[in-house]
């Protein structure tokens, strides 16, 4: 009796371990039943798919790696297991709802509740998105299509601030969507060396696509999840971190994000539900 309970405790562990972690499990004389895959397990099958990826842990730090090799590692993890292929199919759209906490530079904190719609296109340039942001005592929208920037409010149609619009534009062109489609968007890779923060050991990929933009991520050597990004503009230092990592729809999402700029808060965001491949109205990203 001891070992058969023994047995599904080790089974049941596998199911909740952390990325990258793996508990041993004790010997048993008896047959234990297969273990149900995890993520986890989907990631170190993922590397013997893709033998040119550098590998996880420990071995990873003892082999050279390119920024091809780490940005197309990341995208095999987001999507596994068709990695790009996989995230094309599944986030044909994207409907996501959340809160955001907005801290302005005198301390005043605006909460946020938000719903966004996105219709993926070839590349993130000519992709349609909609964001809806209802403050305490307003209500309006941002809108990208056609490669242009509008806002919607009360029914007219308005010209955001050029702050409002680089935010917006930001959190699409120095997001995760950046690296997970680099290729498509023809931006320029660079691996800028190696880091250990807080014991946890990273690659450094500098992403720039055709407008200039540079972003730069820092990968886990571990787990190949975009842990944070950073980048400069209008001379404030940006950082973004990515926390509650967990699988919507058989793909890779982290559900509460961070943005400082210059070591100051200014935005929390966590996503409360997100669905891809659901029909969005077109109509939704038209000026009326």
Same mark, same amino acid.
């Given at each position: 009796m001891f ?6 405790? *080790? $089974?049941?562990?596998l /199911? ?7 508990g +041993? +499990?004790?010997?048993a ?8 895959p @995890?993520?986890e ?7 013997? +798919?893709?033998?040119?990826? !550098?590998?996880?842990?420990?071995? $990873?730090?003892?082999?050279? *790696? ?9 995208? /095999?993890?987001?999507?596994? !297991?068709?990695?790009r ?8 759209? =994207? ?6 906490? /907005? =801290?302005? *530079?005198?301390?005043?904190v ?10 993926? *296109?070839? @590349? ?10 209802e ?8 809108? #990208? $299509? ?13 010209? !955001? #601030?050029d ?7 930001? +959190? ?12 498509e968007?023809e ?5 800028a ?10 690659? %450094? ?9 540079? @972003? ?16 400069d ?6 950082? #973004?971190?990515?926390y509650?990592?967990?699988?919507a729809?058989? =793909? %890779?999402? !982290?559900?509460?994000?961070? %943005? ?8 929390? @965001? ?5 669905t ?6 077109e109509?939704?990203?038209? $000026?009326?």
């Amino acid at each position: 009796m001891f070992l058969r309970k023994m047995s599904l405790a *080790a $089974a049941f562990g596998l /199911l909740i371990c952390v990325p990258g972690v793996f508990g +041993q +499990q004790p010997k048993a004389v008896e047959k234990k039943p297969e273990p149900i895959p @995890t993520p986890e397990k989907k990631e170190e099958k993922a590397q013997s +798919q893709n033998p040119g990826a !550098p590998k996880s842990g420990k071995e $990873a730090n003892n082999k050279p *790696a390119t920024a091809e090799q780490v940005a197309e590692s990341v995208i /095999l993890i987001y999507g596994f !297991p068709g990695g790009r292929d996989r995230l094309n199919q599944i986030r044909k759209t =994207t409907i996501e709802k959340g809160k955001t906490k /907005l =801290t302005a *530079a005198d301390g005043h904190v605006d909460p946020v509740n938000y719903e966004r719609w996105v219709i993926r *296109a070839d @590349t993130l340039e000519k992709e349609r998105i909609r964001l809806d942001q209802e403050y305490p005592n307003a209500r309006y929208s941002l809108i #990208r $299509a056609d490669q242009k920037i509008f806002g919607i409010y009360n029914d007219s149609v308005f010209t !955001p #601030r050029d702050d409002a619009s680089k935010t917006f534009e930001n +959190q699409t062109f120095r997001g995760i969507e950046a690296l997970l489609r680099y290729k498509e968007d023809e931006s320029k890779l660079e691996l800028a060396g190696r880091d250990k923060i807080m014991a946890v050991d990273f690659y %450094l990929i500098d992403v720039t696509d055709k407008a200039g933009r540079k @972003t730069r991520f820092y990968v886990s050597s571990k787990t190949f999840r975009v842990m944070m990004l950073e980048y400069d503009e209008d001379g404030i230092k940006y950082r #973004r971190k990515f926390y509650n990592y967990n699988y919507a729809q058989g =793909t %890779l999402v !982290p559900y509460r994000s961070v %943005l400082y700029a210059n070591d100051k808060i200014v935005e929390e @965001t966590d996503i409360s539900t997100i669905t891809f491949g659901q029909k969005v109205d077109e109509e939704m990203f038209k $000026a009326g």
